[in-house]
């Protein structure tokens, strides 16, 4: 039975296209556990737990709150055409449950009766934009755990991840891929900025995969909570030396590999472009760890393997959001000066006293404002150098800035709001080790 569906959200998906966006559904749901040995090899022995812990808790959480309302209120207009609530985000409860994705509609075509199932107009049935878009929203909120590494309760954790998903991350999501705000050149703001051309919008912001959405919206709410919450006990004093380098190459590698579902999963086809998307990631992220290896041989006469991997992870979020608008050779130019920014920009807690515990400020937030903007440079068709038109790289520039203070004053008011549960384990608990104190384990049973 159809539920209060127009017409126009049912359709026949095309069946390449639906296998392709279950595996890179599936993709991406496994880059959260490859972030949680990423994180966890970086964390000290008597915290890799909590670290992979709070990884896996994101998955929990934000996955539970995505089927009931967090979908509903990043997509759910496209589906029921009703209005959004003023650009921001959709009804919550529109969509409430996603049971009425799986509704079914038989269509006479040409004598023959068709099962049309829910597309929201797409090639693929909205149950499986639903599944990848829910891994997006998961790993978006994990990326958020590195910055507070060894010093905070895992149930309070738990409490932001739902609030912080709910209040930053699904309206942000509709704001830039939901028809919102920062959509289209059409219906955002683009429109009254710069106008249009011949009845159509001239200029339309850039966002392929997630730099606002995912990591520059990560990041600043990282950079938030670091300064509220504070330091670790010894910060400045104490050497934090990751605990396992393998993990953190492994955690990589298994980032890099599901980052094709990410970037090429976001064309939503199996098509040209999700190619030459695959292309451009590759390109850059390989580009980004020789800048940022190029970066430690100047300055320290060395090439460490968490330099390799750190660069990795530099790329691949600086190409996120420009992967589809980009040359290789644009992609490349990206990537190595994402590399060279993020090396150099993880020095900046020490120098200004922030403890950012594993770089998501540094390389989140950094590269994701590059990738973002490097766009109105790079764009092979409207950027700066490329195009030869400033018109993209307004765009971009104001809705990085719109990005970080829309996560950074409600991320705070989170944070406010969950002091009374308490942020910080005790001092000899954060001493002693926050694997035992929080979840009564250890990583490693050493006699």
């Known amino acids: 039975m159809v539920l209060a569906l127009p017409d126009s959200s049912f359709g026949v998906p095309d069946t390449g296209d639906t296998a392709w966006m279950l595996a890179s559904a599936a993709l991406v749901l496994f880059m959260t556990p490859g972030l949680a040995f990423f994180y966890g090899g970086l964390s000290r022995g008597k915290s890799v737990l909590n670290m992979m812990m709070m990884s896996f808790g ?49 269509v006479t075509e040409n004598g023959e009766t068709v099962t049309q199932v829910v597309t929201g107009g797409g090639s693929i049935p909205s149950t499986v934009f639903l599944a990848f878009q829910l891994t997006f929203a998961v790993i978006t909120v994990a990326l958020i755990s590195g910055a507070v590494a060894e010093r905070v309760k895992f149930s309070t954790w738990l409490v932001f991840s739902v609030l912080w998903a709910t209040i930053v991350y699904f309206p ?5 891929w939901g028809g919102g705000l920062m959509s289209g050149a059409e219906t955002g703001f683009a429109s009254w900025m710069f106008g249009s051309t011949d009845g159509e919008a001239n200029v339309a912001p850039i966002d392929f995969a997630g730099g606002t959405v995912v990591h520059i919206n990560a990041g600043m709410a990282a950079l938030v909570l670091v ?19 393998p993990f953190v190459m492994l955690g990589a590698a298994i980032l890099w590999f599901g980052w094709f579902g990410f970037n090429a999963g976001s064309e939503l086809a199996a098509d040209m472009t999700a190619g030459m998307v695959w292309i451009n990631t590759t390109a850059a992220t390989a580009a980004a760890m020789i800048g940022w290896l190029v970066v430690e041989w100047i300055r320290d006469k060395h090439m460490t393997s968490v330099g390799a991997a750190s660069g990795i992870v530099a790329g691949l ?7 589809g608008a980009l040359t290789p050779v644009g992609s490349m130019i990206l990537g190595v000066i994402a590399g060279v920014l993020s090396a ?36 092979k068709d409207t950027g700066l150098f490329w195009g030869g038109d400033y018109k993209q790289l ?32 005790s001092t000899e608990d954060e001493h002693n080790g926050i694997d035992e104190a929080e979840h009564a384990e250890t990583a490693y049973e050493l006699a």
């Open 227 to 245: 300064l509220l919450i504070g330091t670790r006990s010894g910060f400045g004093k104490t050497a934090y030396r990751p605990h396992n380098i």
């Open 172 to 176: 942000l999501s509709h704001m830039v």
């Open 58 to 106: 994101s998955i929990a959480t934000v996955s539970v709150i995505y089927v009931l309302w967090g979908f509903s209120m990043s997509f759910g207009n496209g589906i029921t055409g009703d209005d959004d609530i003023l650009g921001i985000f959709a009804n919550p409860f529109s969509l409430f449950g996603s049971d009425q994705l799986g509704n079914t509609m038989d």
């Open 394 to 425: 307004v765009v971009q520039l104001v809705i990085a800035l719109f990005a970080l203070a829309f996560t950074g004053v409600l991320t705070a008011i989170i944070a406010f709001a969950l002091k009374p549960l308490g942020w910080r384990v």
């Open 344 to 379: 150099l920009a993880i020095g900046l807690k020490f120098k200004l006293g922030y403890d950012d515990s594993l770089d998501v400020v540094g390389v989140h937030l950094v590269s994701g404002l590059w990738g973002t903007i490097g766009i109105g440079f790079l764009a």
């Open 317 to 323: 979020v600086a190409i996120t959001p420009a992967c």
